[in-house]
Structures are given as C-alpha cells and as structure tokens.
C-alpha cells in the first residue's frame, strides 16, 4: 500500500496499513524532507517525493505489480543538513549574529524511549533538535571535564571554530541536494576529537550579552542596565562567527581571541572572500603567548554584491601546530543603513535619523503616516490564562478583536504596553487569519508587539497571563496601527533630498506636531534613490 506523509506519525501508517490486512508500506515525501529509517510494524520502504509520484502514477496503471530486489549499495553524502532543520537568520538579532551557531547528528538516531508512545520499544529512531543538542551538550560536557577553568563561550568558541564544513565527499555539506549556507549549518558539522585543542577562542561575558543586547534595543523598555553596561554594535559581540546584516558599503568589526593552549604561537590570517563582498584582516598576523589575548580588525567591503542579499565567507586563523580557528562570515550589503525605529513622546517632539549609505547618488524622502492606534480594551479576571493557542477562546483571561489590513497599507502593527498595565502584569497577542495561528507574542512582560505583513481579515485574542494582585479594575488594553500610502500633516521630514556616497553618515529630522498627548501615534519615513525604496523607519510617539 502507497501512503502520504504527514498529519500523523509516519509509524501509524504502517499500523492502519496493518489493521486493514496489508503486508507492506511504501511511505512517500508529498514534497522534499528527510528519509527516515524508523521502527515500522509492517515492512515499509521510505522513498522521496520524485520517486513517490513515480509510483503514485504508476498505481494508476491496469494491473500494478511490486517485488523485491537485490540493488547496488549506494552510500549517501553525509552529513547533509536534513529538510526540516530550522534555519537562520535569527531575527531576534536583526541578522548581525549567524544561527544556528552549529549542527550535529539529528536524524533517526537511536535512543531510549518510553514503551507506552513506541508500540512497547524501549528505545527507537528518533530526528530532530532533541537529538542534535544531546550530542552538542555531550561533547562540551566532556570538554568542560578536560579543561575545567574554560567558560561556557570559550567551549562554544572551541565547538564552532573546530566544525567542517565538508562531508564524506570532501565536497560542501548540502541540504536537499544544493551546497548549504552558514544559515543551514552555522559554523559547520561537530568534529568533537579537535575542540578539545582549537588553539585560540573567542569569549564573552555576560556583560558583552547584555551591551549587546542594549544595541538592539531589546533591554529598553525592560531594564535600566542599559545606561550602565553601555551598549554595542550587534556585529562586534566577541562571537566565533561575523555577520553583518546591513552592510552599507564598508563597515569594520572588531574581534579578540585568547590563546588556550599551553605554548605561545604564531596565527596567520586566511580569508575566503563572500562573493561580491572584500574582506581584509588588519593585523592579518598574531603572536599570542599561553593564556594571552589578541585583537584584530575585520574591514568587510561591498564590490558589486546584489543588495539585500546574503553571501558568505570565512576567516581562518592557522598556526604551524595544526591549529586552524574557522569562523564563518556572512554580509548582506543595503544602499542604506540606518535604524528600524525611532521614538519620541509629548503633542510636539523632534528627533534625529542618521543614514549611512551604500550607494553614490540623491536620497529623497517621503512619509507616511502619523496615524493614531485604535484602542481595543476589556477588562479581565483571574491571574493565570487558561488560553490554548491550538484552540483559542474568549474567557476570563482573553478576549478577541477583528482587525482588516486594506490594500495599501505601508505598516499594520499590534502591540501592547506596561506602560497602560499594572507594574508585573504579562500580556500576551495571538493572531490568526482563516483559522490558522499565523503568530504570537507572549514574552514575560506586557510589552507585545507583532507586524502584520499581509493585507486581509486577522482574528487577534489577547490574553493576560499574569496579573498582580487587584489589577482586575484596570482594563487590558491593544493597540492597532495602520499607517497608509499617504502623509498625514502632523509628520515632517527634512532636508527632503541630500546626497550620499558610500560610508557616509546622512542625518535627517523628523518633527511632529499636533498630537493628541494621551494617544499614541505610528509612522514610516521612506528612503529612496528617486526610483527604489532603499530603506524605511518607523516613527512611533507613545503618549507623554
């Protein structure tokens, strides 16, 4: 019997195809995803989506027939990154940081299960993150053993500058049948024997984590460490890879790597270039002694890469000890770089937009908006949300609204904020569309906030979480924003054009006026060459 993959487990089949008195499977892939060898009841055979509708046609024919035959052994190229696997850029980081960090064996790989859900096995194939990241803490723990006063980002740095990027071809690691990305494999396939001498690494603390995570603006509203710990550029966290999201023309990083082996030793630079990008190591030799530190500049150049397309690279430091310290590299130059969001308070306010360009030629501006949110508030009882966002419902925790994004629309946003909540209340936001979840924020706190990016009818529940005490009289509140194709009156932008050339700083003022100062307002300022959008901010004024 010929079955389709997916809805249920892929062992269940070959139960149904049991129960109703078939003596074999063929289990086949409607699209491209693994092949995998589990612990089926019945004979199956497992074969990809060509050959799936192969035989799907075939079954069409007068009188199909089937057998078994001895084939020749074909050795697959492994490892090779498998079709489900999650894959970056991570956007909580904007892109300055490549995920994943690293990959590891993740499919069919035999483990200890419980009896009651594998048909009475006590172990089983099983794919996916939980097999991959058991490997990864394994090996560092084994590390750890060996070299007890490393920390946990000298063991990372260890992990992902020994990985390969090669399989048993000596050909590059793929994913489904084309040469894979940093995006696929991060720094490449664990090679476990090697990270335990890699020579030099690449540490951060956790004060880098939190100047880091100040850069992008994600400990703001949350926390006042931001002041005190300073705040960098996402691209020059002391991270074993580079990336640089929003390259506008050159940009230089700044990196430090300590020598952990027990001799001093001399480190000579290699670069493969990303395509369309120029990468140059300054000094592109080091000399560090046991236990010592060296730092270095990565200057990262545009040649005539496409914008607002990712190419990679790599950097490779080598000694004559057989060290060799790999760090992936990956650019995606933009004509424009500038912030995503700026902010400000108050009926009247003014703030500042800085451009670095990517480009030789005129910058015209055009804005958008401001518009007001429209105010969806109920008030809501108990402390505990019994929401499941499988099967949403209205309850004493939740309530639902209707939002339409007309065609035209530049920016739709749903968002909420602590700042209309009791202190240590925990709002969260599920959007649905046709009756499918099509995304959620539900952080720790009530400030929320989800783009929507398409045009149509959106279900959106929002569910308080959490709630001090005697926070029941305060109503829940969500905004909505629409910001149209047109200015409003109230949002102005100047100089209206300027001229830029390639890593040049271009400043821009944006003012607003005439402002209701207890509502809250949200608009996009767009940059152009005169006939391309380049970039786009977002100017949000919360009420003062």
Known sequence: MLCKRGVNPRTDKSIAVR????????????????????????????????????IKAYLKTAAPTASLSAVSKVVPRAPAMAAFSSAG????????????????????????????????NLFDGESGTSMSSPHIAGIAALIRAAHPGWSPSAVQSALMTTASVFDNTDGMIQRAGKIA??????????????????????????????????????????????????????????????????????????????????????????????????????PSTLTVAPGKSATFEVNITRTDAAYRTWTFGSLTWADLRGHTVRSPIGARPVALAGPGEVTGTGANGATTIDLTGGYTGAITTRVHGLAP?????????????????????????????????????????????????????????????????????????????????????????????????????????????????????????????????????????????????????LGMVEFSDGTTARAWTTVAVGSS
């Open 373 to 521: 949110s429209v105010v969806n508030e109920q008030k809501l009882t108990g402390s505990t949300a019994g929401f499941v966002p499988t099967a949403p419902a209205i309850g004493p925790t939740a309530f639902k609204f209707t939002v339409t994004v007309p065609s035209g629309t530049e920016v739709a946003r749903l968002a909420t904020y602590a700042a209309d909540h009791a202190p240590g209340t925990d709002v969260d936001l599920y959007v649905y569309q046709d009756g499918e979840l099509v995304d959620r924020s539900d952080g720790t706190t009530a400030d929320e906030e989800i783009a929507l990016t398409s045009t149509g009818v959106f279900e959106v529940y929002v569910v308080r979480f959490a709630s001090p005490p005697g926070a029941d009289t305060t109503p829940v509140r969500a905004h909505t924003f629409l910001v149209g194709g047109t200015a409003a009156g109230n949002l102005t932008v100047m100089p209206g054009t300027a001229q830029v050339r390639p890593g040049q700083v271009v400043s821009f003022d944006v003012a607003w006026k005439g402002l209701d100062p207890l509502k809250r307002y």
């Open 181 to 282: 990305s940093p995006f696929d494999y991060g720094a490449g396939h664990v090679t476990p024997a090697r990270a335990f001498d890699p020579g030099l690494v690449y540490e951060s603390s956790a004060q880098d984590w939190a100047r880091y995570a100040c850069g992008l603006g994600q400990l703001q509203r949350v926390s006042d460490w931001c002041p005190t710990v300073g705040s960098i550029d996402a691209s020059d966290l002391n991270y074993p890879s580079i990336a640089v999201a929003g390259l506008p023309g050159t940009q230089t990083v700044t990196r430090t790597v300590t020598n952990v082996s027990n001799q001093p030793s001399v480190y000579v630079a290699s670069v493969t270039n990303p395509q369309g990008i120029a990468v140059t190591v300054n």
């Open 89 to 120: 850029p991570a956007v909580a980081g904007g892109g300055d940081l490549i995920k994943p960090d690293i990959t590891a064996p993740g499919v069919d790989i035999v483990a200890g299960v419980s009896p009651a859900g594998h048909h009475g």
């Open 19 to 54: 129960d109703a008195g078939g003596v074999g499977m063929v289990l086949y892939n409607p699209t491209e995803n693994s092949l995998n060898a589990d612990y089926h009841i019945i004979p199956t055979v497992h074969v990809d989506h060509v050959a799936g509708a192969a």
